[in-house]
């Protein structure tokens, strides 16, 4: 889909912004919104480029530069914190070779910390492109990271 | 043709992993072999609330729930339970505390002091089926408010409830909605407040996910009492599944006129959209969701004036969170003075918390105001694991504080938290045993202000910023008594001058662990020591001569600075040691102690 088909889907009015920079967000592979697109969503709501670009950096689930095809969000909250036998930031740190809020060279993956998730009857827990996966263990955050990079091969 | 008998497949987001797919599959296959795959219906339902037993099948009417790990165990349950209605008995969930298989799902123990209100349709009924929410009296209410009832005899209903409320800080509803029915316009909003973000909680997520219907229902009813036609639920976009539940349920809605134009033939129309939130804690606060929905950045404003006077797009708006509004068809249809008989005096119904932390049952609990926090901690949570003993309950995220030991015989409700120290807060409710530092507690719920401020307010921006740098200081062991006290002068100046609740609260969790764990702060400073051993800088391990000599130590140890032959006591280098606590995790028999720097050098 085009951005433009995109922006035709919302009202043109400022409450349809944070929706539409959501959706972009969700449709491109490099999870970001670029100077062209909030130009264009800035003349579509007829709204400022500088407001898009406020609320835009306000938000914790968008960016401004690109990002990984999937995006691991760690729960970083105290439920999760307080249940972590082992620190499942620092094993994804090993695991991609890198820290938090990097992206992997291959451009698979972003890592990111989250605020709590919901999850934390089932902590630790991440969420990988908003989908959630608790209870996690070394192996198993092994097996779901194979999981996406086989399904991308 | 209806179905004789139904399955439950428990699809909340835990058994979702356990693979309720394959379950599913395998459940058809052995149906289909019986050639009763049409007189049984086969339902996904929300989270039955029992996580640790793995994927479960609930069978109907029977109202027998089974706990599934293999295929032939399906097969089993399908040939003896659905064909010749005979339960199998070994299969029976067995009651974690007891340890008997019961009969019913309510004779569990875990659910013996538990009130489910406002989750009484939540594993039970198929949250994407509007049939099923309409089975269970749903949508009765609304028809009941707009049949029988003025706008003002609901209003009067919910006052005489004494409904609180469930957001965090329980204002009264009743009296919310009249402030917003009093406002003239003619355009209002209903707005609820799906933006949970309280670490810990997770109850509205439940309700969303389990019964969305009946947050529609209840923001219509409320819509009819302040005279507004427009609803919006604001979401998180972190919550996928409750998002594309509520889609569905509004559609659904719509079709069956349930929500839209002249709802049951009077002349009362309503309408709800979805706003996302999109990973801002403070979008929460009501203003700042207000803002948010709008299109703004989620920055609150001053109060007043209030959102009921002047809320979304300047027009009169009533905010509500899901828990709430969960409350409101029941007490339509029960009527106020049967819930006034739940709950404590000033506190009526119940309260849905999120049991975490080091607790043997952790997940969601629903029970009436006034039950003790001991009750809840060793009677529904089964206590601590691991022979541990309690140090403390945190309650109300990073706006609450701690409750110790002694106060554990307090009956909870709204007043009675705040009196302690704490507060309510949303519900999330993590326990904490000898092995939390309070220090590094508090550093931490400092770290998640400093990061959600919006950074509006000066005090909240930098003040919190101060707290969160003295804490670090003091829990890497170069804090001085001076520091203690700033942090006092600091956390009672960012409460009395921020703007909005985030920063008014903030320094809870710093001065109700600074009351009750003082020592722990002062053997930080003054002896460069961490009780707990989690602080690592300030930590010492050593082995004492009650070890076995298993060598599970020197095995887990990553650096190589545990030395000793098996059967024979081990050693450990702290020269060598970088502090990561393998070892005492390891230890079968807890040779491993943490002492006072100094002490433990070989
Ligand atoms: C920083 C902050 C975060 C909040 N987060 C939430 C939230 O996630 N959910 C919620 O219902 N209320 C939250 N509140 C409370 C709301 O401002 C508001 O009081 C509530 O939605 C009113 O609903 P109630 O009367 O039904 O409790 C928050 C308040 C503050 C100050």
Redesign the pocket.
């Given at each position: 889909m085009q951005i433009i088909d995109v922006l035709k889907k919302y009202p043109a009015s400022q409450t349809s912004l944070l929706e539409i920079l959501l959706e972009i967000d969700r449709l491109k592979d490099n999870h970001y919104i670029s100077k062209e697109e909030v130009h264009m969503i800035s003349e579509y709501l007829g709204v400022r480029t500088s407001h898009v670009y406020s609320v835009l950096t306000f938000y914790t689930l968008l960016s401004t530069e690109p990002r990984g095809k999937h995006i691991i969000q760690v729960c970083k909250d105290i439920p999760c914190y307080v249940n972590d036998a082992f620190d499942v930031r620092k094993t994804l740190e090993k695991m991609l070779n890198m820290s938090v809020g990097q992206t992997s060279r291959d451009g698979l993956f972003t890592l990111e910390e989250t605020a709590c998730i919901g999850c934390c009857d089932e902590a630790p827990a991440m969420l990988i492109d908003l989908e959630p996966y608790t209870n996690l263990t070394r192996d198993k955050i092994e097996r779901i990271l194979a999981s996406y990079r086989e399904v991308t091969l | 043709m209806f179905e004789r008998m139904q399955l439950l497949v428990c699809g909340g987001e835990s058994c979702e992993q356990k693979q309720i797919g394959a379950i599913k599959d395998a459940l058809l296959v052995e149906l289909k072999k019986h050639d009763c795959e049409n007189e049984i219906a086969i339902t996904q339902s929300s989270c039955f609330g029992l996580c640790e037993k793995g994927a479960i099948v609930g069978v109907f009417p029977d109202e027998v729930y089974y706990q599934c790990k293999t295929k032939s165990e399906i097969v089993m349950i399908v040939e003896k339970h659905i064909k010749n209605n005979q339960i199998v008995e070994e299969l029976r969930i067995k009651d974690p505390i007891l340890h008997k298989r019961l009969k019913e799902h309510s004779n569990f123990h875990v659910f013996n002091k538990q009130n489910r209100i406002v989750l009484r349709n939540c594993g039970i009924i198929n949250p994407l089926s509007i049939e099923e929410y309409i089975a269970r009296d749903g949508y009765f209410a609304l028809a009941k408010a707009l049949k029988e009832y003025t706008s003002e005899e609901v209003i009067e209903i919910v006052k005489k409830s004494k409904l609180?409320?469930?957001?965090?800080?329980?204002?009264p509803?009743g009296l919310?909605w009249e402030y917003a029915k009093n406002s003239q316009s003619d355009i209002k909003y209903v707005v609820c407040?799906?933006?949970?973000?309280?670490p810990g909680?997770f109850m509205?997520r439940a309700v969303l996910e389990g019964d969305p219907h009946s947050i529609l229902e209840a923001m219509a009813i409320c819509g009819y009492a302040i005279g507004a036609q427009q609803g919006y639920i604001y979401v998180r976009a972190e919550y996928p599944v409750a998002v594309e539940r509520l889609e569905r349920a509004i559609e659904d809605a719509k079709n069956l006129n349930l929500l839209g134009d002249n709802l049951f033939g009077t002349d009362f129309s309503f309408e709800i959209e979805l706003r996302l939130g999109s990973g801002a804690?403070?979008?929460?606060?009501?203003?700042?969701?207000i803002a948010s929905i709008e299109g703004f950045r989620g920055m609150?404003k001053l109060k007043p004036p209030f959102p009921a006077e002047s809320g979304l797009w300047g027009k009169p708006t009533n905010?509500?969170?899901?828990?709430?509004?969960a409350n409101i068809p029941v007490i339509i249809l029960k009527g106020a003075d049967w819930f006034n008989t739940i709950g404590t005096e000033k506190s009526s119904g119940t309260k849905v918390f999120a049991l975490g932390g080091k607790i043997k049952n952790t997940g969601l609990i629903e029970i009436p105001m006034g039950t003790t926090l001991r009750d809840v901690v060793f009677d529904i949570g089964g206590g601590i694991p691991n022979r541990k003993k309690i140090k403390a309950i945190q309650t109300g995220g990073p706006?609450g504080g701690c409750i110790i030991e002694k106060d554990l015989d307090t009956p909870i409700d709204f007043d009675t938290l705040t009196d302690l120290g704490s507060m309510m807060g949303?519900g999330g409710m993590i326990v904490m045993d000898e092995d939390n530092c309070m220090v590094d507690v508090a550093r931490f719920y400092l770290e998640f202000t400093v990061e959600?401020s919006c950074g509006k307010c000066t005090p909240c921006r930098e003040g919190t910023k101060r707290m969160y740098d003295i804490l670090n200081k003091i829990s890497e062991g170069k804090g001085t008594l001076e520091d203690i006290d700033h942090l006092e002068v600091l956390a009672s100046m960012v409460a009395e001058t921020s703007l909005?609740?985030?920063g008014?609260?903030a320094p809870n969790p710093v001065l109700s662990t600074l009351k009750h764990f003082r020592d722990e702060y002062l053997a930080h400073v003054n002896d460069h020591y961490c009780p707990a051993g989690v602080c690592r800088e300030l930590t010492n391990y050593i082995i004492d001569d009650t070890c076995v000599g298993c060598t599970k130590c020197a095995t887990n140890c990553p650096v190589g600075a545990i030395i000793g032959w098996p059967k024979a006591i081990h050693k450990l280098d702290m020269s060598l040691c970088i502090r990561c606590g393998a070892c005492k995790q390891a230890c079968p028999v807890g040779s491993i102690k943490t002492v006072k720097g100094g002490e433990a050098h070989v």
């Open positions: - | 609180r409320g469930r957001g965090g800080g329980g204002f509803t919310k407040n799906a933006d949970e973000g309280d909680a509205d804690f403070v979008c929460g606060e009501e203003t700042a969701l609150p905010v509500n969170n899901v828990e709430t509004f706006s949303s959600e909005c609740g985030l008014q609260t």
